[in-house]
């Protein structure tokens, strides 16, 4: 082939299926994203794209696929109807401003949405543009990669193009797209809405599917939409715990937000905590602190609730003993997460076996930490057994219970130490290196401060030295950062 030839979309490497869109109606809409003036590209993860078998140099040049002006070969968009718990309040909702391109196979046999967001209006977009803020989504894909990075299961950011539009919020922006690379877009929402359209068939259609594609161990269990209930909530209890163990607040945890797959999604508000205190909240319409740090396991629980309400009908015919099935279910939420936010905790501070007293002593730390407003990301990291205590008496008798512990196990000080290493983080996207990064790319078209960002974000562990600037907290006061929803 001449080297001049044009690529076809097949050089790509795009491998479509479309499971979701065999599932029934009412679950999509059919509709094609709405071209944009301008396409261009800003940010393209070469990586992400090799891992999912696409030819990414070819890719990077071709905005127009990530614009949704130029369909790649195999697609068939569509619109997920969902419905969704908002700040408690029950709501019908929908892709407002997302197309599903398909879900790419890639070369290792895994299926991937492939979905482009703020690519037009859809019919659920209510009053909404159907579109995107370039900030909003340099945002999300700078966090859901630094969340890749830290090792917590996330939906990923394979491209952000610019449209050449702008878009109207308080202020008139630039307007982007980005693609979001998920196992599926299936949510705790998707559920309500097939159950509140009350179609036993679609619901359950939809439960098999969910299944076969992220629990497929399950699938032949005795009950298996029981079972869909428990591994659901074992992959939210872990999440949430690792959520938890970086200080990471996902802020807007309505159910239209939890993934099936459990992956982290919808990355609006999300910010990372700095001085540790349970009560942090960045989001600025979270007024009641619905959604604090020290909420996120509760939250999470009640968003499972309401999974298990709307697959009662699958769970036994008589609706009594259904709800008994997914009460008792529920219920077991607690000790499953805190079991896992106890390995993690462990694990943050070194700690190889298991006592009783573990706890009393990670909560002990805890409570100094609040006490002092110490930040939560480079205390951990800057615990040491070795280290003479701080003068501080507390810690320092704090940190005469934590070696006595460590001594108490069979690990040598090394091993101690590499546990730790790789369970503290050095860095987190600061929220302060986050806008400094997104200030410079929207207000001055310069992607380079992002890009060295998005370097040290890529190796959160890694022991060599990272520049200071990456690790200082914000000089603004506890509580002065705010985030809003990505609209
Ligand atoms: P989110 O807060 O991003 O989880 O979005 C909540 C709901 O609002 C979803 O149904 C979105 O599709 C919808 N939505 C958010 N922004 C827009 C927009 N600009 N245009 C249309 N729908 C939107
Ligand atoms: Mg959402």
Known sequence: MPASAPTTPNSSGWNF????????????????????????????????????????????????????????????????????????????????????????????????????????????????????????????????????????PTTRSLAVVTTGEKVFRQESLPGAVLTRIAASHIRVGTFEWAAAQRDQGALQALADHTLQRHYPELASAETPYLALLEGVMERQARLIAQWQCVGFIHGVMNTDNVALSGETIDYGPCAFMDAFDPATVF?????????????????????????????????????????????????????????????????????????????????????????????????????????APQEDPAFAAWHTQWQARLQRQPQSADEVQQHMRTHNPAVIPRNHKVEEALAAAVERSDLSVMQRLLEVLSKPYDPSEVQSEFTTPSSLAPGAYQTFCGT
Do not use: C
């Not at 046999?109 to 909003?136: H, I, Y």
């Open 283 to 387: 989001s600025s319409i979270d007024h009641n602190g619905r959604y604090a740090y020290g909420n996120q396991p509760q939250i999470a629980q009640w968003n499972l609730a309401r999974l298990a309400e709307a697959l009662l009908p699958l769970l036994h015919a008589d609706e009594k003993q259904a709800v008994e099935i997914a009460n008792a279910a529920i219920e077991g939420f607690k000790t499953t997460f805190e079991g896992l936010w106890l390995t993690g905790m462990r694990a943050k501070l070194g700690l190889f076996t298991e006592e009783a007293d573990d706890r009393a002593l990670i909560e002990t730390l805890l409570l100094w930490m609040k006490e002092q407003k110490a930040d939560f990301t480079n205390t951990f990291r800057a615990l040491n057994p070795a280290a």
């Open 17 to 152: 299926d479309h499971s979701y869109a065999r599932l029934p109606k009412m679950l999509h809409e059919h509709l094609e994203p709405t071209p944009v003036k301008e396409p261009r590209m800003v940010v393209f993860n070469h990586p992400l794209a090799q891992s999912l078998g696409l030819n990414a140099s070819a890719l990077a040049e071709q905005a127009a696929i990530f614009a949704g002006n130029e369909l790649p070969e195999g697609a068939e968009p569509l619109a997920q109807a969902y419905a969704g718990h908002q700040y408690g309040h029950f709501t019908g909702l929908g892709d407002g401003r997302a197309i599903l391109l398909g879900e790419q196979i890639t070369p290792k046999g895994e299926r991937f949405d492939v979905q482009l967001k703020g690519s037009g209006p859809t019919p659920f977009s209510r009053r909404g543009d159907g579109r995107a803020a370039l900030g909003p989504m340099l945002r999300e894909y700078i966090i859901s990669e630094a969340m890749h990075a830290l090792g917590i």
